[in-house]
């Protein structure tokens, strides 16, 4: 059964939780990812595991609130507390199944950009890639999450931290990464896909959003399910009431949510 009381955070996590398959190894990221494993290892993937830049590995939820990946109750009862090299070698090796990432801008074929972006006549830099770019290039997919804001949609991206698809149509078959790409993309109004030829396209809309509201936000036109024989654009299942209780479980002061 759905609640019906939540918010559109709490909404980004279940459905990013539902992106990850029972058995997968995923490598987490900060903020929305780090709730989302946790709920999915306590549902439907109890088979998964995690593997977090600072070099920790999980099968199991933390033993209390994490705000960042290095706290204590994430690295208490850890399958291993390793080193940051030790991780990023298990994706040169292919062991990861899904990468978590977020973005500042993206485009139609899910590059994404966290490095500098334009304000006017004046340039603003971020964070930059940290170990974004090598989870985009070498997960076997990808899962990104970002607010639903017409300013991060854009035809091409200012800078190219994290690649996702080029725009020859061609997916990832001729591009120099191995990973498999992007798989999906979760707002706080909708989710989307990726076609056969890497671009973005409407999968889902969120509970209160409708497919117009959603759509006017990018400057292109984005493809639906429809428009590639994927079905029809439907509505997003909400939370169940159990992964809602997880949810505020792992974020008891709603912190990230």
């Not at 990973?179 to 890497?198: C, H, I, N, Q, Y």
Request: proline share 6%.
């Amino acid at each position: 059964m759905a609640s019906e009381d939540y918010t559109d955070r709490e909404l980004m996590v279940a459905a990013a939780a539902r992106e990850i398959d029972d058995g997968d190894t995923a490598f987490v990221g900060m903020r929305l990812p780090l709730i989302a494993f946790q709920v999915a290892v306590s549902t439907h993937a109890p088979n998964a595991m995690a593997v977090y830049e600072s070099g920790v590995v999980r099968d199991a939820p933390a033993d209390g609130f994490i705000q960042t990946m290095c706290d204590l109750p994430n690295l208490n009862r850890a399958v291993a507390t390793t080193s940051m090299i030790d991780v990023m070698s298990r994706l040169q090796r292919g062991d990861i199944d899904v990468g978590f990432l977020g973005g500042a801008e993206i485009d139609r074929y899910g590059n994404l950009n966290t490095t500098r972006v334009a304000a006017g006549d004046r340039e603003i830099r971020l964070p930059g890639s940290g170990g974004a770019c090598d989870i985009a290039c070498m997960a076997d997919r990808t899962v990104l999450l970002m607010p639903h804001e017409s300013r991060r949609f854009v035809e091409e991206v200012n800078y190219v931290t994290s690649p996702g698809y080029p725009a020859d149509g061609n997916g990832r078959d001729d591009h120099p990464a191995p990973g498999g790409g992007p798989s999906a993309l979760v707002t706080s109004k909708a989710t989307f896909g990726f076609d056969e030829r890497g671009e973005l396209y409407l999968r889902t809309v969120h509970p209160g959003a409708d497919v117009v509201d959603v759509l006017e936000a990018f400057p292109w036109e984005v493809q639906t399910a429809d428009d590639i024989g994927e079905g029809t654009v439907e509505t997003t299942s909400e939370p169940t009431d159990e992964e809602l209780e997880l949810v505020r479980t792992f974020d008891p002061d709603g912190f990230r949510t």
